[in-house]
């Protein structure tokens, strides 16, 4: 163990480390002023604590972190984690978040991610929480590992935690400008913020920001897109499809007010109100064709190569007229709308501290997709409209009292519902005969989840001895989802006839025409922890974790007629994991040094994974079992002798692997000397084993380096840079074992300059993200249309490219 620590302090020291909490905000008046490092608050368990006395694996990115390093999207926060991957989909679930090599794809709008997203103490656990933006932080969390007891279900490989400013009690008035020229993004901020009276205290802020330009290109010919009238002797019209815009092209509008209320010292009332629009020129727009068999595309014959290009055309403006949820001039598009309303309550009754957190959100999202990502003459269109609803209240009540035990007791209560409906054009199918909304439709969805989370959680802690503390607790869970699925429009080439039957209509003669499925789940979920601090600045640690991630329901899948089992296809089962972690975190050398070592191993029970099943045209969200593993080093340096310098880095290495996956369907185009061969013993279908082959995007090593240095220049004035390189080695995007989707290692350098008063009145800064503008992906489908013969086109994720933002920011 001693030469495997030494080894880990050598390869941080060579490779660097992640973003780690480097810069909480220095008090006027705190010791750390004079150098050294600053404390760090987190509430990785629901109260404040130092980062260095909490026995989580933690990273935080402070406030001032978050201004110096733009840090306004869940995008961003992975971006500046080594260990936390965030894909951006256009469908399905909308996005891919993965950290420690567990997460969910994006397939299914059904399935909720393995990292739960959680602001200001509330739940945001659906994908599409990646179309939100975020500002005007007071501090992020990533908390890694499973997390079942303090954030609920549905964190079983970890949460990111976000928390917004609140009023304080000066007045506070700012002003933000900036300009990004890659994308040619105008940016502005503003925050109006103080007390109204001794107890009453608001804060406006508002962002909105417009691109003229585009982060990728969109690189295409106008497309012939020929129809065939199933009502008219299949008789013939061509269509033209033109080319896509550049993406995405983004408009966007955040808000929220903030209002405070604290009548004594032991009574705080906090309600969040915020809104946030934002529509891009395209969904897919970051879609690239990144690896084909050929070196070029089946569909386009453009080449495949990793770069910020991708190659889309609109749907036919002729037929964009009536297709429904399009824009009439056919243009591919996004439109995300959500409102949100937070409260807050913490009173202190002696020794025991109550609070409550009652939470409304709901968003609605639209788009228009070239849903085979890379248009051809036979293209595949559509549109999609979809609102999520979720109501919860927490209740909980913690002790604080002087003996050697303290309590922790609460309860969860959850509603939510989903209502879907989605709009597929492909094959050049027509019917006449239809109304003009279904006319080119191939097919139409539509599904609702209601679902309601009950919950009651406890935890004691008992100080054993004064450096010694065991704590316990468990979560008990129950859940229920009630669905609803059917398909109330298909062409008839589809259904019946001499064509190609594969979709059951609404009125199917088997009476599976509409699916309904009543779920319903329990769970126990437990965990303990040993906490020692044998002296001042060691704290080592050591527990037994579980989590439980919600089963569910695929609204975006397919009832196909080749399915003998269309609810099973439909309906999946929840996920859970359990395991160890142990950790030493250390503050060293007079308080300049943190070091902080963790090591984990968990096993994934039912792991969740999406899956289209070509040969009966249905797609799946089957279960497989995994285990994860690994040992992450964390430091920090902020030595005394040279005031505002800090060097920050760690390295994470991280094994992640399936255990039982025996009948794991074959990617396209998969031979029987690449392992597909396994005879799946019910359907005879072959198959491959995937036990012991690596998960979706899960290097096993990553890493980053980082210095930062800030320092008075005379005259009232200071000056400030930064510079963080951010490294991953090679993984593969599929869960399937794709060789192909293999993405290689990659490194990526963010660096900032700025310059302006020495009390913050005013800030001009310079902030460069990607500059060596590497691409890579985190996540990726199979090319619609490709595979079969050879292996499939793949269509990956890709991440921003190089982008230089100006700002100027004015206090008042």
């Not at 987190?42 to 110096?68: D, Y």
């Not at 656990?125 to 990533?142: A, N, W």
């Not at 417009?210 to 012939?224: A, L, Q, W």
């Amino acid at each position: 163990m001693k030469g495997t620590i030494k080894g880990l302090l050598l390869a941080s020291c060579m490779l660097g480390g992640t973003n780690f909490a480097y810069a909480q905000e220095a008090q006027a008046g705190d010791a750390a002023s004079a150098g050294g490092l600053e404390e760090i608050i987190v509430t990785a368990r629901k109260r404040e604590e130092s980062v260095q006395t909490v026995p989580v694996a933690v990273t935080a990115i402070s406030e001032k972190v978050i201004q110096q390093r733009d840090i306004t999207s869940i995008e961003k926060i992975a971006a500046a984690t080594p260990n936390l991957s965030v894909g951006r989909a256009s469908n399905g679930s909308g996005a891919q978040l993965t950290m420690r090599g567990i997460g969910s794809s994006s397939t299914s709008i059904g399935i909720e991610q393995s990292v739960a997203v959680v602001v200001d103490g509330a739940y945001y656990g659906q994908g599409r929480v990646i179309q939100e933006g975020f500002f005007d932080l007071k501090r992020v969390e990533v908390l890694k590992g499973p997390q079942a007891l303090f954030f609920g279900k549905n964190a079983t490989a970890g949460v990111i935690s976000l928390t917004t400013n609140d009023p304080g009690s000066q007045r506070e008035f700012i002003a933000k400008a900036g300009y990004e020229f890659k994308a040619q993004q105008y940016m502005g901020e503003f925050i109006a913020s103080g007390p109204l009276s001794d107890t009453f205290g608001v804060r406006l802020a508002l962002r909105g920001s417009k691109m003229d330009g585009s982060y990728y290109d969109n690189v295409s010919t106008v497309r012939t897109y020929t129809t065939a009238d199933v009502a008219n002797g299949f008789a013939t019209t061509a269509h033209d499809a033109t080319i896509a815009s550049d993406g995405p092209g983004e408009k966007e509008f955040l808000g929220r007010l903030t209002l405070k209320y604290t009548p004594t010292n032991d009574l705080t009332v906090t309600v969040k109100g915020s809104f946030d629009y934002s529509k891009t020129k395209n969904s897919s727009w970051n879609y690239v064709a990144y690896n084909c068999p050929a070196g070029t595309s089946q569909l386009t014959g453009y080449a495949c190569t990793g770069e910020f290009v991708t190659h889309q055309n609109n749907i036919p403006t002729d037929i964009a007229k009536d297709f429904p949820f399009s824009q009439e001039d056919g243009q591919l598009y996004n439109r995300y709308r959500s409102w949100a309303i937070n409260g807050n309550v913490t009173y202190n009754v002696g020794d025991v501290t109550l609070s409550s957190v009652t939470n409304y959100n709901t968003n609605n999202n639209r788009w228009a997709c070239a849903c085979d990502f890379q248009s051809s003459d036979n293209g595949t269109w559509a549109t999609e409209n979809s609102t999520w609803r979720a109501f919860s209240q927490e209740l909980r009540a913690q002790t604080a009292f002087d003996g050697p035990i303290n309590l922790m007791v609460g309860g969860l209560y959850q509603k939510t519902k989903r209502i879907f409906n989605q709009y597929v054009m492909f094959a050049g199918l027509e019917n006449s005969g239809a109304s003009a909304a279904n006319r080119y439709l191939a097919s139409t969805k539509a599904s609702t989840t209601d679902g309601e989370t009950q919950a009651l959680f406890g935890q004691v802690t008992w100080k054993l001895v004064s450096t010694l503390e065991l704590a316990g607790g468990v979560r008990y869970t129950h859940e229920t989802k009630k669905s609803f699925f059917t398909q109330p429009y298909n062409n008839p080439y589809l259904t019946a006839g001499g064509g190609l039957p594969i979709f059951r209509g609404q009125d199917s003669a088997d009476g599976l025409g509409e699916i309904r499925a009543n779920q319903a789940f329990n769970d126990w979920s437990p965990e303990v922890t040993l906490t020692w601090k044998p002296q001042r600045g060691i704290l080592v640690y050591g527990g037994y974790k579980t989590a439980y991630k919600s089963g569910g329901f695929s609204n975006g899948g397919i009832n196909s007629l080749l399915s003998g089992d269309p609810v099973g296809d439909l309906t999946f089962n929840p996920e859970k994991a359990r395991g160890f972690e142990a950790g030493i975190k250390s503050t060293l050398l007079d308080n300049q040094l943190r070091l902080n070592l963790t090591a984990f191993t968990y096993k994934y029970g039912d792991l969740q994974v999406d899956f289209f099943n070509s040969p009966i045209f249905a797609f799946q969200t089957l279960t497989a079992d995994a285990r994860t593993k690994g040992v992450e080093l964390e430091f920090e340096f902020a030595p005394r002798g040279v005031d505002g310098l800090n060097v920050h880095g760690s390295i994470n290495y991280t094994r992640a692997r399936y255990t039982n996956f025996p009948y794991a369907p074959c990617y396209a185009g998969e031979t029987a000397a690449e392992g597909c061969k396994v005879v799946e013993p019910v359907s005879g279908a072959l198959r491959q084993n995937l036990d012991g082959k690596p998960l979706s995007v899960a290097p096993e090593w990553t890493g980053a380096f980082g210095v930062g240095y800030e320092a008075a220049v005379g005259n009232g004035l200071k000056a400030g840079v930064n510079v963080d390189a951010r490294y991953s080695s090679s993984y593969l995007a599929s869960g399937f074992n794709a060789l192909q989707s293999r993405q290689g290692k990659y490194a990526t350098l963010d660096a900032g300059l700025r310059f302006g008063a020495e009390d913050d009145n005013w800030t001009i800064a310079v902030i460069g993200k990607n500059l060596t503008n590497k691409f890579y992906v985190s996540g990726v489908v199979d090319g619609p249309s490709t595979g079969g013969a050879t292996h499939a086109d793949q269509l990956g994720f890709g991440n921003l490219p190089r982008t230089v933002q100006v700002t100027v920011t004015k206090r008042f």
